[in-house]
């Protein structure tokens, strides 16, 4: 979700099923339901209070950002240090959140928020799998875990660019899930240190299958979207272009 420009303080704010209506607009999803609307749901939560003291989004886009930055040498330092590791990641996920539920309660999204804020997400997520890999998860199914998480959010991105308003589907590679995924793993990991390895690993490759399935979720529905967007302009007799049909 896409922090805003910042708006004014007090004043009353949606209540939550307004806050998930708008979250569902904004990404172009159907109502949000299991792990995605219980996060949306706590994320309405500690949103309300900041959203009527007037807290700038783009101030907790940043905190979300510089949290799993400071997972990095914990992860390094391994031993109990790991610890911090799934506090800090879980709590970035929060953070980032927020400045999406912020903006949203206070009606003041933006372009540009969107854009920061899908930005910070996607940086926050190289750097929480750089966390299992510094805790000794394998190398190669971090960079493929992370480049096919990447690459459902450029799918669903592109498909909003060529048109498509609601993909209507949540899939189960929501950032909530990627986020509970990492701190679970590394929870463990820090808890048993003489395993961390193993839980680093197995954090990795439950990242990776999220990712695949979450794929596997998304570019059906996408290309029915897509499909049915050329037979409407085909029937209107208006060409999508090339850069718009097969991509540059």
Do not use: I, K
């Not at 059906?220 to 718009?244: F, I």
């Amino acid at each position: 979700m896409g922090a805003g420009h910042e708006g004014g303080a007090g004043g009353a704010v949606p209540d939550r099923e307004e806050h998930l209506r708008r979250w569902a607009a904004l990404h172009g999803a159907p109502a949000p339901t299991g792990v995605v609307r219980w996060w949306l749901s706590l994320v309405h939560l500690l949103s309300a209070p900041l959203a009527r003291a007037g807290v700038a989004p783009t101030a907790l886009t940043a905190a979300g950002l510089l949290l799993p930055v400071a997972a990095l040498p914990a992860a390094a330092a391994g031993g109990r240090w790991a610890l911090l590791v799934p506090l800090l990641v879980a709590v970035s996920g929060v953070v980032d959140s927020l400045d999406g539920g912020v903006a949203v309660l206070r009606g003041r999204t933006s372009a540009w928020g969107a854009v920061a804020d899908a930005l910070a997400d996607r940086v926050a997520d190289a750097l929480a799998l750089a966390a299992l890999w510094l805790l000794g998860a394998p190398g190669p199914v971090v960079v493929a875990a992370g480049a096919l998480a990447a690459l459902a959010e450029y799918a669903r991105a592109r498909g909003g660019a060529a048109g498509v308003r609601d993909v209507g589907v949540v899939t189960v590679g929501e950032r909530p899930t990627r986020v509970l995924v990492v701190a679970a793993t590394a929870l463990v990991a820090g808890l048993r240190p003489q395993d961390a390895a193993t839980w680093a690993a197995v954090g990795a490759w439950a990242a990776l299958v999220v990712a695949v399935v979450a794929l596997g979720q998304l570019l059906p529905v996408l290309r029915r979207q897509l499909r049915a967007l050329d037979a409407a302009d085909d029937v209107h007799g208006v060409g999508r272009g090339e850069d718009e049909g097969r991509g540059a």
